[in-house]
């Protein structure tokens, strides 16, 4: 017996790479269960509200102060400025983790050019409540409530809308797209799976992408809604508003493809702008003069002319070779 448990024991330690399988898979399990936990806990910052104190409005502005109750949805916290001109209004719908501070700039220019404007702050954004970000499918409920207040408010007239980011999502994310006589998008994505992987690649570089399916994943669980719901390319071939698009060139978040894509996608009347060198970022604040210039140039078309819906607008762009190639991909 001593014999035999000695060769045994012999056996064990001439071969000790016959446990290393072991170790490794165990290994393995702990890497894959702590980036899981991380992940988890990375998806819960993601969608945790923004809840911020917006404060006094804009003594710049006659901006007078509202709560819109919606039936199916938080009570939405905005700004209404009145127009000094009887011929259009402009809802402004801020960014991810911004409110309707953001969109003061845009407020602005559009009422020194006569129209009504109404900023809102999205569900889970500024004094809006809310229990979490919904990348554009729940706030789309938001925008429905909203332009269903401006066309109480002002029957007859032309309604806009200028959507950043979230907002431009939120636009185009309902049952239907938002129904506007205009509208502007903003660096908006095309699907929730190209905005994850993005927003990894770029903290994490290209293995963040394979990470992806890890955020992915905890849409349902936590958001009550699926991955499908979150399509905007899919969503703006329904739109039956005129289009202007507005894309920065260098986007990393959205980049310039998702962009041309779903310009691509979108019913005429459409019109794109790249803004040459600009990011992820406030595009009216990188290129003002262009940028006003541009949007009431559409504005003025679609909801002063009031002429029915026409042939496409001509594209225009900063970097002429990026659309000819867009063009020639059609």
């Given at each position: 017996m001593?014999?035999?448990?000695?060769?045994?024991?012999?056996?064990?330690?001439?071969h000790?790479?016959?446990?290393?399988p072991?170790?490794t898979?165990?290994?393995?399990?702990?890497?894959?269960?702590?980036a899981?936990t991380a992940?988890w806990?990375v998806?819960?910052?993601l969608?945790?509200?923004?809840?911020t104190?917006?404060?006094?409005?804009?003594?710049?502005?006659?901006?007078?102060?509202?709560r819109?109750?919606?039936?199916?949805?938080p009570?939405?916290?905005?700004?209404?400025?009145?127009?000094?001109q009887?011929?259009?209004?402009?809802?402004l719908?801020?960014?991810?983790?911004a409110?309707?501070?953001?969109m003061?700039?845009?407020?602005?220019?559009?009422?020194?050019?006569?129209?009504?404007?109404?900023?809102?702050d999205?569900?889970?954004?500024?004094?809006t409540?809310?229990?979490?970000?919904?990348?554009?499918?729940p706030?789309s409920r938001d925008?429905?409530s909203a332009?269903?207040w401006?066309?109480?408010?002002?029957?007859?007239?032309?309604i806009?809308?200028?959507?950043?980011?979230?907002?431009?999502a939120?636009?185009l994310l309902?049952?239907t797209?938002?129904?506007?006589d205009?509208?502007?998008?903003e660096?908006?994505?095309?699907?929730?799976?190209?905005?994850?992987?993005n927003?990894?690649?770029?903290h994490l570089?290209?293995?963040?992408r394979?990470l992806?399916?890890l955020?992915?994943?905890?849409?349902?669980?936590?958001?009550?809604?699926?991955?499908?719901?979150?399509?905007?390319?899919?969503?703006?071939?329904k739109?039956q508003?005129?289009l202007?698009l507005?894309?920065g060139?260098?986007?990393?978040?959205t980049?310039l493809?998702?962009?041309?894509?779903?310009?691509?996608?979108?019913p005429?009347?459409?019109?794109?702008w790249?803004?040459?060198?600009?990011?992820h970022?406030?595009?009216?604040?990188h290129?003002?003069?262009?940028?006003?210039?541009?949007v009431?140039?559409?504005?003025?078309?679609?909801?002063?002319?009031r002429?029915?819906?026409?042939?496409?607008l001509?594209?225009t762009t900063?970097?002429?070779?990026?659309?000819?190639?867009?063009?020639?991909?059609?």
């Amino acid at each position: 017996m001593k014999a035999a448990a000695t060769a045994s024991s012999w056996a064990r330690s001439a071969h000790p790479t016959s446990r290393w399988p072991g170790y490794t898979l165990a290994l393995a399990a702990i890497i894959v269960t702590l980036a899981g936990t991380a992940l988890w806990i990375v998806g819960g910052r993601l969608v945790a509200p923004n809840p911020t104190l917006v404060g006094a409005r804009s003594a710049q502005l006659d901006t007078q102060t509202l709560r819109i109750t919606q039936l199916d949805g938080p009570t939405l916290a905005g700004w209404f400025i009145p127009g000094t001109q009887p011929d259009g209004a402009v809802l402004l719908l801020h960014g991810l983790r911004a409110d309707r501070r953001q969109m003061l700039g845009r407020a602005r220019f559009l009422h020194a050019a006569g129209y009504a404007v109404l900023m809102i702050d999205l569900q889970a954004h500024g004094e809006t409540p809310g229990t979490h970000i919904g990348f554009g499918r729940p706030e789309s409920r938001d925008v429905r409530s909203a332009i269903v207040w401006l066309r109480k408010r002002l029957p007859d007239q032309p309604i806009g809308v200028i959507g950043v980011s979230l907002g431009g999502a939120a636009a185009l994310l309902g049952d239907t797209p938002v129904d506007a006589d205009a509208l502007v998008l903003e660096s908006v994505y095309s699907s929730i799976e190209h905005a994850v992987e993005n927003r990894l690649a770029l903290h994490l570089g290209a293995v963040g992408r394979h990470l992806a399916p890890l955020l992915l994943w905890q849409i349902e669980p936590r958001l009550g809604i699926s991955s499908a719901q979150l399509q905007p390319l899919q969503a703006i071939a329904k739109l039956q508003s005129p289009l202007l698009l507005i894309a920065g060139s260098d986007d990393r978040r959205t980049v310039l493809a998702e962009s041309l894509a779903l310009f691509k996608r979108a019913p005429a009347p459409k019109k794109l702008w790249i803004v040459a060198g600009a990011t992820h970022q406030d595009l009216h604040r990188h290129s003002p003069q262009r940028y006003e210039a541009t949007v009431l140039a559409f504005l003025q078309r679609f909801l002063r002319s009031r002429n029915p819906r026409p042939n496409p607008l001509p594209a225009t762009t900063a970097n002429a070779q990026v659309f000819s190639q867009a063009t020639a991909a059609s």
